[in-house]
Every structure is written in C-alpha cells, then in structure tokens.
C-alpha cells in the first residue's frame, strides 16, 4: 500500500524559508504519476501549492509562484517543499499528495493518495 | 481562477437520512473535471468522487456524484456514523486547481 510521509521542522520565524520534504514508501515515486503539496490553514479550506513529475516538471499555484519551489530527488524517493519570505498567513497543516491521473497538457488531476500532514507554524 | 462555493455550510441530519451538498463554480469546469474530498478532524482528505461522478477505489456506493458545467452535486443517500465529517470539492479543469470552501455534514 502506498504510503506518503511529510517531514521537516514544525515551527519557522517570519521572513525565513520552509522546507518539508514527503517520503514515498510502498512504490516508486519514479512511476507516471505527478506529486503535490496542498495547505490547510488551521480551521480553514485547502489550498493547492504545486505538483511535480518525477521527471522533475512543475506547475505551480500563480497565488504562491514567486515563493514555492518543489523538486524531486528519485534516488530517495522523495519529493520536497520550499516556500520563501514566510509571514504568519502561511501557517497551516501541509499535506503532500499523489495525483491520481493527469494530463500531459493539461497538468496534475486529482488526488488520490495523501500523508497525514504536518504543521508548520510561522512565529517569532 | 474558477471559484468553488459550496452549500449549504453545515448540513445537520440524523443517521440513515438523505445528504445533498452542492457545488458550484464561477465559470464552467471542462469536462466535468471535478472531484470530491471527505476529511474528517484530524485526518488528511480523502479523496471520494473524480470525474464529476466516478467513485474511487473502495468507496461505498452510498456516495454518488452528478453535475456538468458549473453544478455539481455529492449525494450521501444514506448517513452512515462515519460520514459525519467535512466534504471539499474540487475541480482541475483549468490552472490553477482549486478546492471549494466546505461543508459540514453533522449530527442532528
């Protein structure tokens, strides 16, 4: 069974630079699948940050473009999030994500399989 | 960016009743290219309908979902305790994907 796995620190100061990285166990993040990273604000909707294949081709939400850069590392079967120039709007839980299917022009889909989340807090 | 509003915000039923969530979208969703989300406090999403109305791997078919253009419906047409939870729709016809704002199915 496909398991998704998110690390990294759970508390960042303003102005600095999150970084989380998802962990793929139970298959090979090199199969025909796109990545992604969604957020979730404490009490609030989900917001899509950015997908990649493991060919290393993103899309990015335009909200958050100049700030986010995901990147994929096959030998670890891992993908990972940076996102620059925090403010305290950017904490939330942060979801990494499977897409289930997509299209070569058209991009990343759905979601099909999910890690459990990880919050990162933005405060001094 | 389409814009999904959902409705109603809170949905109060009792076990065994009928749930009817709605989704709309600010322009229309190309090839009903929409899905659904369960998420339950304290877990991630789950993802229950795609396609507007294909059901995922092991979803009861308790769950369905219609719609076309800009309304799209998830059905739950029987409330099991477990699916007391929030509902999320979302649509990936167009950059950027975007998620609607919720809605709430609780116990009356």
């Known amino acids: 069974q496909l398991q998704l796995q998110e690390s990294g620190p759970g508390l960042v100061k303003p102005s600095e630079t999150l970084s989380l990285t998802c962990t793929v166990s139970?298959?090979?993040?090199?199969?025909?699948?796109?990545w992604g990273w969604i957020r979730q604000p404490p009490g609030k909707g989900l917001e899509w940050m950015g997908s990649i294949y493991y060919s290393g081709n993103t899309y990015y939400n335009p909200s958050l473009k100049s700030r986010v850069t995901i990147s994929v590392d096959t030998s670890k079967n891992q993908f990972s999030l940076k996102l620059s120039s925090l403010t305290a709007a950017d904490t939330a839980v942060h979801y990494c994500?499977?897409?289930?299917?997509?299209?070569?022009?058209?991009?990343?889909?759905?979601?099909?399989?999910w890690g459990q989340g990880i919050l990162v807090t933005v405060s001094s | 960016e389409i814009v999904l509003t959902q409705s109603p915000g809170t949905l109060s039923l009792s076990p065994g009743e009928r749930a009817t969530l709605s989704c709309r979208a600010s322009?229309?969703?190309?090839?009903?290219?929409l899905a659904w989300y369960q998420q339950k406090p304290g877990q991630a999403p789950r993802l229950l309908i795609y396609g507007a109305s294909s059901r995922a791997s092991g979803i009861p078919d308790r769950f369905s979902g219609s719609g076309s253009g800009t309304d799209f419906t998830l059905i739950i047409s029987r409330l099991e305790p477990e699916d007391f939870a929030v509902y999320y729709c979302q649509q990936y016809g167009s950059s950027p994907l975007t998620f609607g704002g919720g809605s709430k199915v609780e116990i009356k």
């Open positions: 139970g298959g090979s993040i090199s199969r025909s699948y796109y």
């Open positions: 322009q229309s969703v190309s090839s009903s290219y």
């Open positions: 994500a499977r897409v289930g299917d997509f299209d070569w022009l058209r991009g990343p889909y759905y979601f099909d399989f």
